[in-house]
């Protein structure tokens, strides 16, 4: 009889080691120790068996200040939070609080960064060119400095001056030519 009940026994371990498995958080995105260069606007947590409605997790600054995350998700042993608007450049730290599918509470921390490269908006660019581009005709038509105002002055009346001078010489030469015909 001792048989029996110790090949029973064993049977019932060999095909069903989840029986005595504790479930534990097996994968995260993004994971512990990752650097994010990307906007993030959700965090999963996997784990490795099923867990129970009302895990949750808080997220937290690099300064201790949470961060709000506006749902969660428990699928099977799938723990997704949804948050309100990506996160910025920091280190955050996820604080989980989970229940397994056998009644155990899990819980842990892990930490992760966000470096994304700063970008500028369109709008901000465009904006800058448009400004740039009127101070440039702003200063093109109106000068500011006394030496540019010189310098347009001298530019703007040189070709009347070599007129003048070319005009002058003509009628110096048609005068002396009209001058000596006449002797």
Do not use: C
């Not at 993030?40 to 009302?54: A, F």
């Not at 996160?87 to 955050?92: E, F, H, Q, T």
């Not at 040189?158 to 000596?180: D, T, Y």
Request: aromatic share 8%; hydrophobic share 35%; proline share 4%.
């Amino acid at each position: 009889m001792k048989k029996i009940i110790l090949s029973a026994f064993a049977l019932f371990l060999l095909f069903s080691p989840q029986a005595f498995a504790h479930t534990y958080l097996d994968v995260t995105t993004p994971a512990d120790g990752d650097i994010v260069t990307t906007d993030i606007q959700s965090i999963e947590l996997n784990y490795s068996g099923k867990i129970e409605e009302g895990s949750f997790f808080t997220l937290e600054d690099s300064e201790g200040n949470e961060i709000p995350v506006s749902s969660f998700t428990v699928d099977n042993g799938k723990l997704t939070g949804q948050l309100e608007e990506p996160l910025k450049n920091d280190v955050y730290t996820v604080k989980w609080n989970s229940i397994s599918q056998d009644g155990h509470p899990l819980s842990g921390h892990y930490s992760f960064t966000v470096d994304k490269v700063e970008t500028e908006s369109i709008e901000e660019v465009k904006t800058e060119d448009l400004a740039d581009i009127e101070n440039i005709e702003l200063e093109s038509e109106n000068p500011t400095s006394p030496v540019e105002v010189e310098k347009d002055k001298q530019n703007s009346s040189s070709p009347l001056v070599i007129a003048g001078v070319i005009l002058g010489v003509l009628i110096a030469i048609s005068a002396v030519v009209l001058w000596k015909r006449k002797k």
